[in-house]
């Protein structure tokens, strides 16, 4: 079955630590992408990755780091520098950057 | 700054009722408009729309886009109760720009 896995699901961390999402897709997309939803707002573009080893930022980028070693994996870390990390995170792929974006279940992370 | 603003926030109606939701967008270098739905947790894509015009549609659920106007409508004919969720709009320019959502409820 091809699609994008999240993990965890529920992700709870005290101020002041470091955090790694999980985002991974067998799909063979090129982009991947990744989202921070907060109650009735829209999704928000953190980073955004077209090809391996390389990453943009996006609208909301300062306190959160990525990675793209392999065409599959596009982990996030949230960093003690993120003033407000608490929100339900999505990862998103596709097949090149302007096609229809693909989802994962997302993340919610809770810190306090 | 590119923007999406949707209309309205949020619907309550019966089942068997139409819905249309309105999607407005300023985006540099607009080159399409998608519609996902998403109802817990990911969202799932609905439609992506690139010329003014053209009618795309999918069962009760249908699409249009007015590049000329900028914005773009969703109508959900005869709605049920599994159409409940929130319908996000997105612009993609430079990238894609997200809407704050419309909240359907369908009573039965």
């Known amino acids: 079955d091809g699609g994008i896995t999240q993990s965890p699901k529920y992700l709870f961390r005290k101020e002041g630590q470091n955090v790694t999402l999980s985002c991974e897709q067998n799909l063979n997309h090129d982009a991947m992408y990744w989202y921070r939803q907060d109650p009735g707002q829209g999704l928000r573009l953190i980073y955004y990755s077209q090809i391996v080893n390389d990453f943009q930022k996006g609208d909301i980028a300062e306190g959160y780091s990525v990675s793209r070693e392999k065409k599959e994996s596009f982990p996030l870390t949230v960093t003690s520098a993120q003033k407000n990390p608490t929100a339900f995170y999505l990862c998103?792929?596709?097949?090149?950057?302007?096609?229809?974006?693909?989802f994962g279940p997302g993340t919610r992370l809770t810190v306090t | 700054e590119d923007k999406v603003v949707q209309s309205p926030l949020s619907l309550v109606v019966h089942e068997g009722d139409t819905v249309t939701l309105n999607c407005s967008y300023e985006v540099t270098n607009f080159r399409s408009l998608l519609w996902y739905k998403q109802e817990k947790k990911a969202p799932t894509f609905l439609f992506m729309l690139?010329?003014?015009?053209i009618e795309k549609k999918s069962g009760r659920l249908s699409s249009i886009l007015d590049k000329k106007e900028l914005f773009s409508i969703l109508n959900i004919t005869a709605t049920q109760t599994g159409d409940s969720a929130v319908y996000l709009c997105a612009a993609y320019g430079q990238n894609f720009v997200f809407g704050p959502g419309t909240r359907l409820s369908v009573l039965p």
């Open positions: 690139t010329s003014s015009g």
């Open positions: 998103a792929s596709s097949i090149y950057d302007k096609y229809e974006q693909y």
